[in-house]
């Protein structure tokens, strides 16, 4: 049996169908077939079965997922061992929301290249999660805190919120909101209290437009399609927005730095740590801690 094979079998069990599974992995669908083919013939079972809708997880597939996971997190730390032992030199997989990639990050990744110019970044900008135990990143920049085991995480800067609109906006009352539009963030994956605290203060405001993406939102409240809380770091940047006042502001949120413990010797890793504290993060609010 083969670990190529077994990391096969759990793409398509995570993704549900042989095809989303080679898209994810980077290979063709005939060759991802063939791998469970041959992973079922060293089993001496079939471990899925073919539907319209993509696969499904025999009996003998589900008793043996777990296993399979606990094969993936054995090569996931014999890798990230490895690669902790490494210097400075090499790329740095840096996963952040598009707004701090955008309007917080880049004086960080400016020291990094003037200080280590060995270090190659590569930014991941996303709203998805990405996994540091799996490696999709190296180090995460996230507003909520860490819960996954072996992370190491520290606190870094509060960040602010504000509610825009475009500059020609009408005067608004905090408990009303007639006649007014709102471009709001989607909270069908992740949580925003701040989206909460604006449909509490303007309760007779319209949904207009609901996004993923924090630029977007920002120039849609530009071009005038409604009101928007943002961070202040982008509101304030961008031309045309004028921060509302009803009295309070929105619930502000802490950046979480996270990456995994068995990466803590990396130079590059500890590199880009070091300079994210220093500029991102006070000595009490930025101590690493062990999720």
Known sequence: MEWSDVRIFLAVARQGSLGAAARSLQLSHPTVGRRIRALEHDVGQPLVQRHDNGILLTEAGARVL???????GAAMA????LVGDHGTPGPLRISSADWFATYVLPPVIEALQREHPDVVPELMVSSRRFDVSRR?????????PF????VVQCRLLRIEYGLYARSDQRPL?????RGTNLVVMD??????????????????????VVTNHRALQARLCQQGMGLAVLPRAVGDAT???TCVDLGDAPPSRYIWMGYHEDLRSMGRVRALADIAVRLLGSAADSLPEHS
Do not use: K
């Not at 009352?173 to 909101?177: S, T």
């Open 66 to 72: 777990a296993l399979a996971e606990e094969m993936e």
């Open 239 to 241: 031309s045309g927005l």
């Open 147 to 150: 819960d996954e085991p072996g």
């Open 173 to 177: 009352q905090r408990g009303d909101g």
């Open 187 to 208: 909270t069908s994956e992740h949580s925003y209290p701040e989206t909460d605290w604006l449909r509490e203060a303007l309760p007779h405001a319209r949904l207009a």
């Open 78 to 81: 014999f890798q990230r061992r």
């Open 136 to 144: 999709e990143a190296d180090v995460v920049f996230r507003v909520v």
